[in-house]
């Protein structure tokens, strides 16, 4: 053979997998989920205080910063009456710091769960109507359509409100607003996809159309689906924090980062800030951190 | 060229682009001379940096990309240490640039004539009005019929001819000192190709311009250019006259490119005896509906063709001819509006769904793009594997020897069996796309374009590979393709196609040596020989097609050439026209060339 | 063919809408809820309990409430057919009245602060795309990534904080106007219009100081995702062969940025009339935070109290404007690209 076309062979011959290395911003992604997923675990359970009792110390402001290693080392030689409110407390003499980091439990399972259940519904049903196009998948669409035209936000409200304020409500409330969008993604994929050679190739090797659907299309066509997940889940908890603000998300005492600022949010003008800030200042970083890692994943497996 | 000063120099040009930890540099010191009046082709391997060379001369790089050093003197100026308003005053008035994919670089929201208008207003002081009737005139010039419609159209309702002309227009507007063609035919149908390198070639002389044809195609250089550059790895290994180039290349990398041209089988395949009708169809017709019409677009239209065993039928055409609708159809990728294909003796348009899929096993197709073909998440051994565990089933352990076995009949490293297609480059992945066919041991195998976007270097490699397989195996093929020397190496018999209809059928000799249809003659001559003593702009052929291909929507009452051939008659507007058997396996679709009323020769040429 | 077009879309949104009211009637029917409770207590007699069910419809079988709802029974009651909304349970007004109170406070609010995100966004989005890979772009990004997550009632009670409480530039979040201002006469029901029209300059200034609160908030969270798709479509557009080609061919710069400019602009048009539409009912926590009284707080309220008319309407006029809204988008969308077909 030929020393040119040996040559083309020959730099394939010997195959090396490719390295990926992960960037800085996705390692701050990588921090914050991972930390926010920790506290989902453990969080109820290590703070000084149980977050759903109240402490008799009402609107104590959090330790000034001249204050702290001074508290720090009392705490840790265990000379202080009672654990710092290192967040202070709010109206009604919660712990803040305790409910803080005890929140992402009911937060992140809300999130994880309605996610899971809109990502199976929304991909199963994006695939039949992506790739069967008859008028049952068509009136499937117009379906998905008009789910898709809901106003968000109210749709959520009313589902809560008038079915009853529980975590298993606002789970499906929220699976309600996102299938439509994972049906529309998976779809649009699966129609990308079904065009694709290999399908062609798939069919005239005589495999059998279910077998076309998942075997190839179907795990060519979950990757914007899942890179959407990580984004879904942290406006899930936005969307969560934002129903129990107005009144229509979780019931108190339950720690939600939304419904401790909804609480602390008379507070403000009183110029008691603590009981808002913190709490929103969890919510800013975490679905940043949720933000930050889909678009991670999404340059990392965004089709070259 | 002596005695007179360069027209534009270049010196020692480096383009590279950054990746994590690393700089690449495609363009690694690139050096030669362009003198007025000369057509020079640059010549080089797919990635090898032509294009880059070519956006380089002016000064741009693709991002990433970005120049590195060198200089290019231009006018007694070096073009890439100019300020942005002066070298822009260069672009496209000095030095202009037709590309690779015209639709893709004409923008789609603008009219046409709007965007020629603004590339002669940027060089020349004019009114919208009399910018546009100047991109009237261009558009005439460049021989677009029509152009006071044309003029309004937007890209996407170009065709590709079309939309090179449009460039042409825009880059010929202020009848530049240097023409920059990079691959501007790539993706054109070849009489369509021809015709317009004629042109170029022709307006090139006339202006007294400079041209730079960058190019993979030996047949362009050879019958277009007075000299030859060629680029390997990043340099100019070789600078010579175009009769020297192909007579005696100095450098290795020529000498191995020019190595296939040299080493041209002088024979045709031997014809096959016996077994004849293994695979054939029968008055095949496929027309596909069209969206909110009545019409339909009629893609083939009562195409009978036969494959014997063991023999490689060409079905050769050009955009719109219907020959990959008659593979579809013959794999039972489309169902044919009428007609029959029968392999084997068993009608296969009959079967149900499960006997089909049985049947599958006995026919495979192998497909144009080598990556679209394949799954890109799956591994070379789970491509492998999919055949035989759909038709075979079994112990995982003995498919998987099958597909070592199979990667080596294609002379490929089992050591690819982990690899994934994306690491894989294009002629490798379409060897590993014909072990897959032939993994399940099939009859008879349906090549669609199996070449079309492999480097020229390496289609000869793959034919030479197909042509043994056949041989050791025993297999038929259908071969369909627009490349008649691929054609003219792997087949015995022939078919040549036009808007859905077969014009003339043969063996390979006779319709390679002696074309008898006019379209297969202009098909034939269109051909370009990669032969510099026998230059076509030396000796031109006449304009053999006029005009563009009839829409298969609207198909004529009589005969379908009749509004580009040279030889038409009322008669032939009027008449369909009947496939007429001439005997010894010779059939012509044309009444005149049957009563002998017409009588073409042509030389040899492929 | 534009007519057709239009035509069809309307049709298509009509069918939509209609799908969307009859969904909303059942499905709210269909939950737990008990709003006569809520009306009369939980504690009321079953007699009381009775008239309050009838009065408010609920004796009838679900069929000729929908009947009734959408007009097919004019003698009862008017319905939409007749253009009618209803009546509020909770107050008594008609629903349609009560809308045409709340709707432009919101309208007002979100347009403002889209064209405030515009201002901002363009321009920024803009800068990353012309500088890829710098530390510029590289800012932008996160910027734009960080906006687009952000809770924006909690920015809201920050703004209020640091502006009202720390540095008094703000007036208080009461509303659209301080309590002691006698607001003007409606006309339009847009505050700032209708001060203008009173000819009262000073509470134009006043309205416009209420305002710029929440509109910073909601245009701060605005930027996030348009930043984010201008930036990517202009660089996607700066990338594309035929801007290449234009430098190619020598053309002035203003035109090869106006030809880029053009191409980014036409997929940007499916995001803002998303975001258009999101806004309207994603508004409502803004307007809860300052007290303006838009058609947020309006569903909070009807929500809250089981007031299915209310709820029923407020569904179906944001719904129907979102339609509209989508509808314009995509002409503006066919207008700039012709790749666009009928």
Not at chain 2, 495 to 508: N, P
Not at chain 3, 48 to 61: F, K, S, W
Request: net charge neutral; hydrophobic share 45%; glycine share 8%.
């Amino acid at each position: 053979m030929p020393d040119q076309v040996q040559d083309l062979l020959l730099d394939e011959s010997t195959y090396v997998p490719p390295v990926r290395k992960a960037d800085w911003l996705m390692r701050i992604g990588v921090s914050i989920v991972a930390l926010v997923i920790f506290l989902a675990i453990f969080g109820p359970h290590i703070g000084p205080y149980d977050p759903t009792r109240t402490t008799i110390r009402i609107a104590v402001p959090p330790p000034g910063l001249t204050e702290i290693p001074g508290l720090l080392m009392g705490w840790i030689g265990g000379t202080l009456d009672y654990s710092p409110h290192w967040m202070g407390t709010d109206a009604n003499g919660y712990d803040i710091f305790s409910r803080v980091i005890a929140a992402p439990r009911t937060d992140l399972k809300i999130a994880l769960l309605a996610n899971l259940l809109s990502l199976i519904t929304g991909v199963f049903f994006g695939l039949v109507a992506g790739y069967w196009r008859n008028w049952g998948t068509e009136l499937l669409i117009r379906v998905s359509d008009v789910l898709q035209s809901f106003p968000v936000f109210i749709m959520a409200m009313v589902l809560v409100a008038l079915a009853g304020r529980s975590a298993t409500n606002i789970i499906i409330a929220l699976a309600f607003v996102y299938t439509p969008i994972y049906l529309r993604l998976t779809r649009a994929e699966v129609l990308g996809q079904t065009s694709r050679g290999f399908v062609e190739a798939a069919r005239a090797m005589g495999n059998s159309e279910l077998s076309i659907a998942l075997r190839h299309v179907l795990p060519n066509s979950l990757t914007p689906a899942l890179i959407q997940s990580s984004v879904t889940i942290g406006f899930a908890i936005l969307l969560t924090a934002g129903l129990s603000f107005v009144g229509a998300g979780v019931r108190p005492p339950t720690p939600e980062w939304g419904l401790m600022i909804s609480t602390g949010a008379n507070q403000i003008v009183l110029g008691e800030w603590w009981p808002s800030v913190f709490p929103g200042l969890a919510i800013s970083l975490t679905v940043f951190g949720f933000a930050v890692l889909g678009n991670a994943l999404e340059r990392r497996y965004e089709r070259g | 060229m002596n005695g007179v000063d360069p027209l534009l120099r270049v010196r020692d040009l480096k383009v590279g682009y950054e990746v994590p930890g690393d700089l690449i540099v495609p363009v690694a010191g690139v050096s030669f001379d362009l003198n007025p009046h000369e057509v020079v082709g640059l010549v080089g391997d797919a990635g090898s940096g032509k294009s880059t060379t070519a956006l380089a001369l002016m000064g741009l790089a693709r991002p990433p990309g970005k120049i590195l050093g060198g200089s290019v003197e231009f006018g007694g100026r070096d073009l890439l240490t100019l300020p942005d308003a002066e070298i822009r005053a260069i672009r496209g008035r000095d030095i202009g640039i037709i590309v690779q994919n015209p639709r893709a670089a004409l923008n789609p929201m603008l009219r046409v004539g709007r965007q020629i208008g603004f590339a002669y207003r940027a060089h020349n002081d004019a009114t919208e009005a009399a910018a546009r009737a100047h991109a009237i005139e261009m558009l005439r010039l460049v021989g677009i019929n029509d152009p006071e419609r044309r003029v309004e159209a937007y890209a996407h309702e170009l065709s590709g001819g079309m939309a090179q002309r449009a460039l042409i227009a825009m880059a010929l507007s202020s009848t530049p000192k240097l023409l920059i063609a990079d691959e501007p035919t790539s993706g054109l149908d070849v009489t369509i190709q021809a015709q317009f390198l004629d042109e170029m070639w022709q307006t090139v002389q006339k202006t007294g311009s400079a041209m730079l044809l960058v190019t993979q195609e030996l047949g362009v250089i050879a019958n277009f250019c007075d000299r030859v550059l060629v680029l390997h790895k990043g340099r100019i290994v070789e600078d010579a006259p175009v009769r020297q180039f192909f007579a005696e290349p100095q450098h290795p990398y020529s000498q191995e490119v020019l190595r296939f041209y040299h080493e041209r089988a002088s024979g045709y395949p031997e014809q096959v005896t016996g077994g004849a009708g293994f695979l054939r169809t029968d008055a095949l017709t496929k027309h596909f509906p069209l969206r909110n019409s009545d019409k339909v677009v009629q893609a083939v239209d009562k195409v009978t063709i036969s494959v014997a065993k063991g023999e490689a039928v060409g079905l050769v055409g050009e955009s719109g001819s219907g020959k990959t609708t008659v593979g579809r159809c013959l794999m039972r990728l489309e169902h044919p509006t009428a007609g029959a294909v029968i392999l084997d003796g068993q009608d296969i348009t009959a079967l149900d769904a499960a006997q089909m899929r049985k049947m599958r096993s006995r026919m495979q197709i192998v497909f144009q793009d080598p990556f679209d073909s394949v799954n890109p998440r799956w591994t070379i051994a789970d491509i492998l594997d999919e055949p035989l565990r759909v038709h075979e089933g079994g112990d995982k352990a003995a498919r998987r020897e099958r597909a070592v076995a199979a990667l080596k009949q294609v002379d490929l490293d089992p050591s690819l069996m982990i690899a994934k297609p994306r690491d894989l480059g294009a002629s490798t992945l379409q060897r590993i796309n014909i072990a897959r066919a032939l993994i399940c041991n099939p009859d008879f195998v349906v090549l669609d374009e199996p070449t079309s976007v492999l480097a020229p270097r390496a289609r000869n490699s793959l034919i030479a590979l197909l042509a043994r397989l056949q041989k050791e195996l025993g297999i038929s093929y259908l071969f369909i393709s627009h490349d008649l020397t691929t054609v003219r190496y792997l087949c015995q018999r022939v078919a040549v196609m036009y808007l859905g209809q077969i014009v003339e059928e043969g063996s390979v000799e006779q319709v390679f040596t002696a074309p008898q249809h006019p379209y297969s003659r202009a098909l034939l001559s269109a051909h370009l020989m990669p032969d510099p003593t026998n230059r076509r702009v030396d000796n031109p052929v006449p304009a053999a097609l006029e005009g563009e291909i009839p829409s298969p929507i609207d198909v004529p009452k009589g005969c379908y050439l009749a509004s580009r051939c040279p030889h038409v008659t009322d008669a032939c507007r009027a008449n369909p026209q009947v496939l007429t058997d001439l005997g010894q396996g010779r059939a012509v679709r044309c009444e005149r060339v049957v009563s002998g009323e017409i009588s073409l020769q042509t030389e040899a040429h492929v | 063919m534009l007519l057709r077009y239009i035509t069809r879309r309307m049709l298509i949104g009509v069918v939509q809408l209609f799908c969307l009211v009859i969904a909303v009637f059942f499905l709210i029917r269909l939950l737990p809820a008990d709003p006569v409770s809520r009306l009369v207590g939980l504690n009321s007699s079953p007699e009381g309990y009775e008239q309050a069910a009838r009065q408010l419809g609920l004796d009838r079988p679900l069929f000729e409430q929908l009947s009734i709802y959408l007009g097919l029974s004019p003698d009862i009651a008017p319905g939409l057919l007749q253009g009618s909304l209803g009546v509020s349970w909770a107050t008594g007004s008609t629903v349609g009245s009560e809308i045409a109170n709340f709707l432009p406070v919101t309208l007002q609010l979100i347009t403002l602060a889209f064209i405030l995100a515009f201002i901002i966004s363009i321009p920024v989005g803009m800068l990353g795309a012309l500088n890829p890979g710098k530390a510029v772009d590289k800012g932008v990004f996160v910027y734009s990534l960080f906006a687009g997550s952000q809770p924006e009632f909690w920015w809201g009670l920050l703004f209020v904080y640091v502006f009202y409480f720390q540095l008094g530039v703000a007036p208080a979040p009461l509303g659209q106007l301080s309590p002691m201002t006698f607001p003007p006469e409606s006309v339009t029901g847009f505050m700032l219009i209708d001060t203008l029209i009173a000819g009262e300059p000073a509470k134009f200034l006043e309205a416009l100081h209420h305002l710029m609160m929440p509109v910073i908030t909601l245009a701060f969270i605005l930027s996030g995702p348009i930043i984010k798709m201008v930036r990517q479509n202009m660089l996607r557009a700066l990338q594309s062969d035929f801007v290449l080609y234009a430098n190619l061919i020598g053309l002035p710069r203003k035109r090869v940025a106006r030809y880029a400019l053009r191409a980014a602009m036409g997929p940007s048009m499916t995001l803002i009339g998303i975001l258009y539409g999101f806004m309207l009912s994603g508004a409502v926590l803004v307007e809860s935070v300052f007290s303006l009284g838009g058609i947020g707080q309006y569903a909070i309220r009807s929500v809250l109290a089981f007031d299915y008319p209310a709820i029923q309407g407020v569904v179906l006029v944001i719904t129907a404007i979102s339609l509209v809204v989508y509808l314009l988008l995509d002409l503006i969308h066919a207008a700039i690209d012709p790749r666009i077909a009928y």
